[in-house]
């Protein structure tokens, strides 16, 4: 009988090590995996004019767009796209604006980033006659995964026509 017991403690004894052997390899899996965030700061919050490359005057907005990897793990970031929100209602879908996938595929070393200026002009971001509601960044990962940034609200100074002179 009393075999009986010791075989019993020993097999609970295993199964709660094993229990704690899972436990920490999950918290080290969440410690050591890909964290990526997509950082975006307003360079200027109105239009700022500029000359093209014709030489015809525009306006444009500057960002600058931060990946940062919180994770220990290198990850890939495949694109980074630039959507606009144009109505309130949610079935309306988002529009994707030209000419925002610059970025060519990158690798984002573990704790570290990449930062890239973002130069959007305002027609790129008008809609029908009057600016977006909201815009967000993007950014696809090279398994698959979408991680988006912060919305970035109101884009004062946006006019349908030609672009006044600086």
Wanted: overall charge positive; glycine content about 10%; hydrophobic content about 35%.
């Amino acid at each position: 009988m009393a075999a009986d017991w010791w075989a019993r403690g020993i097999a609970m004894g295993a199964a709660g090590f094993a229990g704690l052997n899972m436990i920490v390899s999950a918290k080290t899996y969440l410690r050591v995996r890909p964290k990526l965030k997509v950082k975006t700061e307003r360079r200027s919050k109105h239009p700022v004019p500029q000359i093209n490359i014709e030489g015809n005057p525009r306006s444009a907005y500057w960002f600058r767009l931060r990946l940062i990897n919180d994770g220990t793990t290198p990850l890939g970031v495949e694109r980074v796209e630039l959507y606009t929100r144009d109505s309130r209602w949610p079935f309306k879908r988002l529009r994707l604006v030209k000419g925002t996938r610059t970025l060519k595929p990158v690798t984002v070393d573990g704790l570290s980033g990449v930062i890239y200026p973002v130069v959007l002009t305002s027609k790129s971001l008008l809609c029908m006659g009057r600016g977006p509601l909201y815009a967000r960044f993007y950014a696809t990962l090279t398994n698959g995964q979408t991680v988006r940034g912060r919305r970035m609200w109101r884009f004062p100074g946006l006019k349908e026509g030609p672009e006044p002179p600086p």
